[in-house]
């Protein structure tokens, strides 16, 4: 575990005003350690694990603490599924609709888009609460998109059984 991100984000959280309560120090633990993207259910899984005493109604509370604290945020996957990520590791999510993949993009991805729809219709968009939707470069290339170029109308085949 990096114990110098943790403690960071702790004095973070002291600083707020927010108290350094058990469940939410086993929280942001959880969440340092964590590799990869975790849920409310896995992370409480994994303090369930670290801390047996933390209840899982105090880790969902001690995540909704930090989120209002602006330490943590979610994001929606697809489909229902969000994850939790420490606000110091800010990034854009493409997720593939066919396999699944999660891959992370850099922070700045959408800010032309936010940018236009500030100044067009004064609509501040908050980029990083949903993922890109698609398919992965995997995916995309078992169909290759029509660019038009020639012309060309490809009919899909019928499949026969
Ligand atoms: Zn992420
Ligand atoms: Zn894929
Ligand atoms: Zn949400």
Redesign the pocket.
């Known amino acids: 575990m990096d114990s110098e991100r943790l403690s960071l984000i702790l004095t973070t959280l002291g600083r707020e005003g927010r108290r350094i309560t058990t469940g939410r120090r086993a929280v942001v633990e959880a969440l340092v350690s964590a590799e990869?993207?975790v849920s409310a259910d896995d992370l409480a899984a994994s303090v369930s694990r670290s801390h047996p005493g933390v209840h899982r109604a105090t880790v969902y509370r001690s995540l909704e603490a930090l989120e209002a604290a602006g330490l943590v945020e979610h994001?929606h996957l697809g489909h229902g599924r969000s994850?939790y990520?420490l606000i110091d590791?800010l990034?854009?999510?493409l997720v593939c609709e066919v396999c699944g993949s999660?891959e992370?993009a850099p922070p700045e991805l959408l800010s032309d888009v936010a940018r236009r729809l500030r100044t067009e219709r004064g609509f501040v968009m908050r980029p990083y609460h949903f993922a890109v939707l698609g398919r992965c470069s995997g995916c995309a290339t078992d169909t290759p998109a029509d660019h038009g170029g020639s012309g060309r109308h490809r009919p899909r085949a019928g499949r026969v059984t």
């Open positions: 990869g993207h994001v994850v990520h590791d990034h854009q999510h999660v992370e």
